[in-house]
């Protein structure tokens, strides 16, 4: 199915929590919403359910006006981060609730809740309590009551945030594969931009109630459009340092606080500047390196082991720069280091307006 | 050492038995008075006798007065837990012109004292007289007007109800809004969330509120006493305070006989309900408006 929202508002009295929201997902593809908690997503995905009716705005799905529709008549599934379990009902009666609803005859109840139980693994559950089930099974029931009524539209509201680091990233892949399985369009709303970069087609960045970006991943993450989502996605996330545009020798250069200058590759070449502009320059702690031949200089404040790499915190002049090394490098804190800078992965974003000067 | 760490830690229990003792020693009178034929202070005399029990249990008045003693009580659980649980949802879920106007209004007429409207409601259910039928003319609990045990029943609802619907609004309020989220997804429409996906979960408040009503009921003596003119047919407080303050001479044995026959389910009641009753205080006191 299709989905779109046409200028979507939706404010609380004084509180506008979306703001002018449009945006199409395409049929059979993972959208999410990422964005720090209070930007608005949880209030975007109600409205979509119909929980919350919009202040102004058109919802449609396949080119159907919503608007009106109760949550019932959508033809949706949903899934929540604290789980919603009905807790006096065992698990197979939480899942095929919306069967008993519809008055389905008892063998397709057994027969639907089997076929979802067994995508998910959790047959041998069904008897009992919620409050008997861990939270990766609560989320897995919580999961299969939104599959059973084979919905048009599925919406995710946080699935994995209660649940730990190793078990959210094997749910991670099992959300995406049966979904991609099953082809159900989706919106999954995180506030985990590594969720939302390994496991969506498409990411809508949301800051305060507005759309930021609406890309893939790798636009994302190559191509930011302003500095919030340039610091908002990657982990650690991009340097940034202020920085003077500068010509020497007919060639456009990145002058930093400390004086150090270093070349810009004609493909990053900042847009409508010139020389003598101050800009913010990006660039990934990924994309830095240790080098007794670099030409930046800068001193250890903070180093931390991230198990396979460590990241070293060093000042340059007075600005921070974060980079990733081996393990294996002897360095001690408060050692002055040199490192060198691969520019051809440079950001540059407007000073003031934070909005970028290389893309479109 | 050990001796002394003991009387210590004994000390506070001693001064609590000490100031309760009135209460108890007041109750051991009650149930030694009941099998004697006169006492002298904590003395019975003039030996143990069956004759009082025996005069009130073939007394057949009692046994009406029984009868609208628990309709009383069942009534009045039945009215405020089916009022309080279905106003508390709008309360605590819905948002509507008036609501915490309402609210604080209820909280101000729960701590008004009762005894000041006395007056008013008895004109009210004077005119609710007027009304045929529903006035006074109904089966078993007479009507709903002056001088019935349904306009008791009114009036007690009346008066519980503030309490009620804040006690089942802090449980609905505790109540996930997730859970109701998921029932409207899953088909379900306003009213059967409230019924089968809410309700079941504040079953322990229900229950709580539902006891305390009984109770309530079954002891209330100034509402049935102000509304209903004949003691005799009216319950069992009531009866009780017509057997002590008659200008015949009073019969104590038979007083007390009445009294803890009063007061007997309560007590057996309490016994096996107050772990439930303690719920009102840990659960149901949470949650803010
Ligand atoms: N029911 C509500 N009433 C009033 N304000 C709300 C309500 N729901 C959300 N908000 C406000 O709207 C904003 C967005 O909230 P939300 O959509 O929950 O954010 P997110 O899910 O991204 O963390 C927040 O400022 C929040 O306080
Ligand atoms: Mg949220």
């Not at chain 2, 209460?23 to 002298?40: P, Q």
């Not at chain 2, 009215?79 to 508390?88: F, K, N, R």
């Not at chain 2, 009063?262 to 840990?282: A, V």
Request: charged letters at 20%; one cysteine or more; glycine letters at 8%.
């Amino acid at each position: 199915m299709k989905m779109e929202l046409v200028n979507l508002n939706k404010s609380f009295q004084d509180v506008s929590a979306v703001k002018n929201l449009n945006l199409k997902v395409n049929d059979g593809e993972l959208v999410a919403f990422l964005g720090p908690s209070g930007c608005g997503k949880t209030t975007t995905l109600l409205t979509i359910a119909g929980i919350y009716k919009p202040t102004s705005g058109d919802i449609f799905f396949d080119g159907e006006r919503v608007n009106s529709l109760q949550p019932k008549e959508r033809d949706i599934g949903m899934v929540f981060q604290s789980y919603a379990l009905y807790p006096h009902m065992n698990a197979y009666q939480n899942i095929v609730f919306s069967l008993v609803l519809k008055k389905r005859p008892k063998e397709e109840m057994q027969r639907e809740a089997k076929r979802v139980s067994d995508m998910l693994g959790i047959g041998h559950l069904l008897d009992r309590k919620a409050s008997q089930l861990s939270g990766g099974q609560q989320q897995r029931v919580a999961l299969a009551r939104a599959l059973i009524k084979q919905p048009k539209l599925l919406l995710f509201d946080e699935p994995l945030s209660n649940l730990d680091a190793r078990l959210r990233m094997s749910m991670r892949e099992e959300i995406r594969r049966l979904q991609t399985n099953l082809g159900i369009t989706s919106v999954y709303v995180t506030h985990d931009q590594v969720e939302a970069m390994t496991m969506a087609d498409r990411v809508a960045v949301m800051h305060n109630g507005d759309l930021l970006a609406y890309v893939t991943p790798e636009e994302l993450h190559e191509r930011p459009r302003t500095l919030f989502i340039g610091q908002f996605i990657g982990s650690p996330s991009m340097n940034i340092l202020d920085a003077q545009l500068k010509s020497i020798d007919g060639s456009l250069h990145i002058k930093l606080t400390d004086g150090t200058t270093l070349p810009i590759p004609g493909e990053r070449t900042p847009k409508s500047c010139k020389d003598g502009d101050m800009v913010k320059f990006g660039i990934r702690p990924e994309d830095v390196k240790l080098d007794s031949n670099g030409s930046v200089r800068g001193k250890v404040t903070f180093i931390e082991s991230l198990g396979r790499e460590h990241l070293i915190v060093s000042n340059i002049g007075e600005q921070r720069m974060q980079l990733l090394t081996e393990p294996g490098n002897k360095i001690s804190l408060d050692s002055n280091i040199n490192i060198s800078v691969d520019m051809r992965k440079a950001q540059f974003f407007d000073a003031e307006t934070g909005l970028t000067l290389l893309w479109e | 050492m050990k001796i002394k760490d003991y009387s210590i830690k004994s000390l506070p229990y001693i001064f609590l038995i000490i100031i309760s003792s009135p209460i108890f020693i007041g109750y051991l009178w009650v149930f030694l008075r009941t099998f004697t034929r006169s006492m002298y202070g904590m003395r019975p005399t003039g030996g143990f006798t069956l004759n009082n029990w025996a005069l009130i249990l073939k007394d057949p008045i009692l046994w009406n007065l029984v009868g609208n003693t628990f309709i009383l009580a069942l009534g009045l659980t039945i009215g405020i837990l089916l009022i309080s649980s279905a106003a508390a949802y709008p309360l605590s879920r819905m948002a509507f012109r008036g609501r915490k106007i309402y609210l604080s209004l209820s909280l101000i007429l729960h701590a008004f004292p009762s005894v000041t409207l006395l007056i008013a409601i008895f004109f009210v259910l004077r005119w609710i007289s007027a009304i045929p039928i529903f006035g006074r003319g109904l089966p078993l609990i007479g009507g709903f007007g002056y001088n019935t045990l349904g306009g008791v029943l009114l009036v007690s609802i009346a008066f519980m109800l503030p309490l009620g619907i804040w006690l089942m609004k802090g449980f609905f309020d505790n109540i996930s809004w997730d859970i109701e989220r998921a029932a409207l997804i899953d088909g379900c429409s306003r009213f059967r969330t409230w019924r089968q996906i809410l309700l079941p979960q504040i079953r322990p408040g229900l229950a709580a509120l539902g006891i305390f009503a009984f109770m309530h009921g079954w002891s209330s003596f100034i509402i049935p006493y102000t509304f209903m003119v004949d003691a005799r047919t009216a319950v069992m407080s009531t009866y009780l305070n017509l057997l002590t303050s008659g200008d015949r001479p009073i019969d104590y044995g038979v007083a007390s006989a009445v009294a803890l026959f009063q007061l007997l389910p309560i007590l057996f009641f309490y016994l096996f309900t107050q772990k439930y009753l303690l719920k009102i205080f840990s659960g149901g006191m949470k949650g803010g408006s």
